[in-house]
């Protein structure tokens, strides 16, 4: 069982946020697809970056048709926060990050399990 996180769809945003190209991440995933290797889809849900309703339809869309799909969505908690801190010379985190509601949580798990994917909240 492989686990996949998926963050952020958008290629500039990704970019913005990660520092990196999330190009690599794509063809990870197509390979992985064909490959009929079982796996999970883990998708970090944080208010500030993650949750947008435009982000949660690109990753949506980017599965539909992937076969059948699990999707763990896992809420934003603090414990890295002293590593996302220090995570390169000069980076620092300007903006508190917190996680979704649980109604914000809800509503995204049910827009993936309208569209047909297996969800759990954590995992």
Known sequence: LILFDLKLIDKKQHKLYTGTSNSNIHQNLNYLI????????????????????ENIEKIS???EGKGDVEINLLSYHDLGEGKQNNSGPGKT???KLTAPSQERLRVIKEKFISKGFKVTLGG
């Open 34 to 53: 064909e490959s009929k290797t079982k796996y999970r889809i883990r998708i970090p849900l944080v208010n500030e970056l993650t949750t947008s309703d």
């Open 61 to 63: 869309a980017m599965l």
């Open 93 to 95: 985190n300007k903006v």
